[in-house]
């Protein structure tokens, strides 16, 4: 591993969400219902606008070869038809714990933090460079482990949540493994000099900031 690459690993191992108090209690069982649901809610404005990103990003690759790669993410989160894709899947998750569809996609309830972690991201993919938007992805270099934590712990705390609801994050295991290594690939590729790598190290450290600004817009929105 190159002193580059474990830098950028570095970011998430101190900086992903995965040690906000928010998702430790998540994890734990410590979350009511009302919690959970407002969590689903508010996380689903993240998730609605993953393909938007993505499109963003692959507007800004030069080649076929990549675009191709990259088109896959969108679809993976669409879906190639209508009840497909990863968006239909966190549908499922917040009918399973007694959210309607129509609440979820009406953006009703997102809270104000939520809204601007997500434009801050958003934006990002569309002003920076190829380098900072693929970087700022890298976050996922964590999120199958995340997966496999949550899944546990839907298991065990709240299994008041009908099980099928849980695909969403048993299929990011695999996806999120693909899409980080396809990613870092790309990054280690493109920095060549150093100011290019402090770029890169820059937006992943700002993606953790947006992953953390929303949970803590969650976190206080029973407050």
């Not at 209690?25 to 009302?34: D, F, K, V």
């Not at 099928?164 to 493994?177: A, K, M, N, P, S």
Request: aromatic share 8%; charged share 30%; with cysteine.
């Amino acid at each position: 591993m190159s002193d580059f690459e474990a830098e950028l690993r570095a970011v998430p191992e101190k900086r992903y969400h995965h040690l906000h108090p928010f998702n430790l209690r998540m994890h734990a069982g410590e979350l009511s219902e009302q919690e959970l649901r407002r969590w689903i809610l508010n996380r689903f404005h993240y998730q609605r606008h993953i393909p938007i990103k993505d499109a963003l990003i692959l507007a800004k690759l030069e080649t076929s070869e990549l675009r191709r790669m990259w088109l896959r993410r969108i679809q993976d989160h669409d879906g190639a038809a209508e009840g497909e894709g990863g968006i239909e899947r966190w549908l499922r998750l917040g009918e399973a714990a007694g959210l309607r569809r129509e609440l979820l996609l009406s953006g009703e309830g997102v809270l104000p933090g939520v809204r601007l972690a997500v434009e801050g991201y958003v934006n990002l993919c569309r002003l920076g460079s190829p380098l900072e938007a693929v970087a700022a992805s890298l976050t996922e270099l964590f999120a199958p482990d995340l997966m496999r934590t949550r899944i546990d712990a839907f298991e065990k705390h709240y299994r008041w949540i009908d099980p099928d609801g849980l695909r969403y994050f048993r299929i990011r295991v695999d996806q999120g493994r693909q899409d980080s290594g396809e990613a870092l690939a790309l990054v280690l590729d493109w920095a060549r000099d150093r100011a290019d790598q402090e770029r890169a190290i820059a937006a992943l450290s700002y993606k953790c900031d947006v992953l953390w600004a929303l949970l803590d817009a969650v976190d206080r929105g029973g407050s």
